[in-house]
């Protein structure tokens, strides 16, 4: 055989060998898919099609990008309506009016967490249930209900039971947005949110003087809670992540939706340099009905000679906070408390 003939055949050869071996690279992804690279439409990147999160009972395997998601965690419709996530089933009853999930007819309304009507999530057929929060007590019997689905529970625990509730508040936001991104390939929506998060952590932390004292309160029904430092809803786990003095200690105190009982008196003779306020009605069906939480603040006369009133050192929550306890509603509460306690 002539050499120019020889050297034909091994070059032949080498490149059928290559295509075997890429051949045989491609069928061992397990997995995975391939999509268009962002940076080269003409070339494809293998993409995971199952990702590993952790949630509070432990490590589970869930698909990325599901179908038929069934959502019940407050903590998170906003950041799912954001991303424009579809949702086959809520409980509508304890969201927000204005969610986009609540006005649409085709997704199924579960009610809400007391009498809650499971057997639509079983006819939903999801292959995704995202249980959080008023729901967590439901959490195996959905499991039950749905086999052939994925559960994650996306609870924390910010009442304070356990310790460090700043720090709870801070990492069980932070990993659910990271979590979230990692299911729905929002990776990189999920980093900003948590960037803007710590971000305005850190502004209100500054702003803060470390010296005044401050009452943090729910009303409810015409009525003023108390929410206590540490374990108080929704103001407790600030006093811990800002540092906060607070104005008055009460023996006993819970994580109660509507605050523990403390006299108008008590707050008055505290004298809060600033006053934190929740108005839970304001996210619920009593709204229509109910005081805003401002006007009860306003006409209590035994409010008026406190600091925090007499100053206008009165800062709200927002108006839906009760039932939208997103990472979004406490990045916008951040940076109002940011804005104004650097007045």
């Known amino acids: 055989m002539k050499k120019s003939m020889f050297l034909k055949l091994v070059g032949i050869m ?3 060998t290559l ?17 268009p690279n962002e940076n080269n439409g003409s070339e494809e990147v293998a993409v995971p099609t199952t990702v590993e999160i952790t949630d509070i009972h432990g490590t589970v395997t869930v698909p990325v990008n599901p179908k038929n998601v069934v959502a019940l965690d407050n903590r998170t419709f906003e950041t799912l309506e954001d991303w424009e996530i579809e949702l086959v089933a809520v ?16 997704v199924q309304n579960i009610g809400n967490h007391r009498e809650p009507n499971l057997e639509i999530i079983a006819a939903a057929d999801p292959e995704l249930v995202i249980v959080g929060q008023r729901f967590a007590d439901y959490y195996e019997d959905i499991k039950k209900l749905v086999p052939n689905a994925t559960v994650i529970d996306l609870s924390f625990d910010v009442s304070g039971e356990a310790g460090a509730p ?37 502004d209100a932390k500054s702003a803060y003087n470390g010296t005044d004292t401050v ?7 015409g009525n003023i809670g108390f929410s206590a430092p540490h374990s108080g809803r ?14 008055l200690e009460v023996d006993g105190s819970s994580s109660d939706h509507q605050g523990d009982e403390v006299s108008v008196e008590a707050i008055a003779q505290s004298n809060p340099d600033w006053l934190f306020v929740l108005d839970r009605d304001a996210a619920t069906s009593d709204a229509a009905t109910s005081a805003p939480a401002q006007d009860v603040i306003d006409n209590s006369p035994a409010l008026q000679n406190t600091t925090a009133v007499s100053k206008g050192q009165t800062i709200y929550a927002p108006a839906d906070t009760y039932t939208n306890e997103s990472i979004q509603t406490y990045i916008e509460l951040f940076e109002n408390l940011a804005n104004t306690l650097a007045k």
């Open 215 to 221: 009452m943090s309160v729910i009303v409810s029904g």
């Open 91 to 106: 409980p509508k009853d304890v969201m927000p009016a204005d969610s986009s999930y609540v006005k649409d007819e085709s």
């Open 234 to 247: 929704v103001w407790g786990p600030m006093y811990e992540i800002f540092g906060w003095v607070s104005a």
């Open 166 to 202: 700043g720090e709870s508040f801070v990492n069980g936001f932070k990993d659910t947005t990271i979590a979230l991104g990692q299911i729905f390939d929002k990776n990189e929506e999920a980093k900003q949110l948590v960037a803007d998060f710590d971000k305005s952590i850190e």
């Open 14 to 16: 080498a490149v059928l």
């Open 19 to 35: 295509m075997l071996v890429a051949c045989s690279d491609s069928s061992n992804k397990t997995n995975q898919e391939s999509k």
